[in-house]
C-alpha cells in the first residue's frame, strides 16, 4: 500500500541554519503531497502542499518540490527559527486516504 | 474561528469505563477522520466518514466505534476502555484529501 517515510528525528540546528528534512513515499497514480507541522500540545496545521510533479508548494519561508522521478518531497527553509522548533509530519493523499509520515522533531536553538 | 473543536481536552477514565470523543466542524466538509497519536507511531487512522451517512474502517478500529451525526458533527465512542487506548486523538476534516486536513487540537485521553 501507499507509504511515506521520512528521516528520522531529532534534528537540532542553531537559528538562521539551513534545514532539510528528507521525505519519500510510494504510491500508485498521483498522489497529492503535503508538510504539516505540530507544534508542542497542539493539532497537526498544513505547511504547504504539491498537487503534481514537479510543483513546488512554499509557505512561511518553508518550501517543497514534488519530484516524481526521486519519488521525494523534502522540506526545506534557507533560514530557521527558534519557533520553528516543532514536529514535521510529511503526508500523501491517495483517493482520500491519507498517509502520514512518523515525524521528525526539529529543535532550534538560539 | 472556523476550523475544528475537540472536546473534551483532557480525560482520565478507569478501565472499563465508557466515554464518547465529540468533533464539530463549521466549514461545510464533507470528509471527517479520527486519529490516534501514539509516540514513536505517528498518527494511525481509527475511522472517517467520507460524507454524511458513511463511516469507514481505518488501520486501527478495534474497540471504537463512530457516529456521523450531522454533516458537522462525528464523535467517538470507547465503549469499555482500555490502558492501551491511552492515546492523543485528534479529529480533522477535509473537503476532500486533494485539498488537505484541518486539525483540531486534540483529546488527551489517559486510561488507568
Known amino acids: 500500500g501507499d507509504s511515506v517515510t521520512q528521516m528520522e528525528g531529532p534534528v537540532t540546528l542553531s537559528e538562521e541554519a539551513f534545514l532539510t528534512i528528507n521525505c519519500t513515499y510510494t504510491?500508485?497514480?498521483?498522489?497529492?503531497l503535503f508538510w504539516y507541522v505540530q507544534y508542542p500540545g497542539e493539532g497537526l496545521q498544513l505547511l504547504l502542499k504539491a498537487t503534481k510533479a514537479d510543483d513546488k508548494g512554499s509557505n512561511k519561508g518553508f518550501e517543497a518540490t514534488y519530484r516524481k522521478e526521486t519519488t521525494s518531497f523534502h522540506l526545506e527553509k534557507g533560514s530557521v527559527q527558534v519557533s520553528d522548533s516543532a514536529v514535521y509530519f510529511c503526508a500523501l493523499s491517495n483517493n482520500n486516504d491519507m498517509r502520514f509520515g512518523a515525524g521528525t522533531r526539529l529543535t532550534v536553538k538560539p | 474561528n472556523a476550523g475544528v473543536t475537540q472536546t473534551p481536552k483532557f480525560q482520565v477514565l478507569k478501565t472499563g469505563q465508557s466515554m464518547t470523543l465529540q468533533c464539530a466542524q463549521d466549514?461545510?466538509?464533507?470528509?471527517m477522520y479520527w486519529y490516534r497519536q501514539d509516540p514513536g507511531m505517528g498518527l494511525r487512522l481509527i475511522y472517517y466518514?467520507?460524507?454524511?451517512?458513511?463511516?469507514d474502517k481505518g488501520e486501527v478500529p478495534n474497540g471504537y466505534n463512530v457516529s456521523r451525526l450531522n454533516k458537522r458533527e462525528f464523535s467517538l465512542r470507547l465503549e469499555s476502555a482500555a490502558p492501551s487506548q491511552t492515546s492523543v486523538y485528534f479529529c480533522a476534516s477535509s473537503p476532500t484529501g486533494f485539498y488537505g486536513y484541518t486539525f483540531g487540537s486534540g483529546t488527551r485521553l489517559t486510561v488507568v
Open positions: 466549514m461545510n466538509h464533507n470528509s
Open positions: 466518514s467520507a460524507s454524511e451517512g458513511t463511516t
Open positions: 504510491a500508485t497514480g498521483y498522489p497529492s
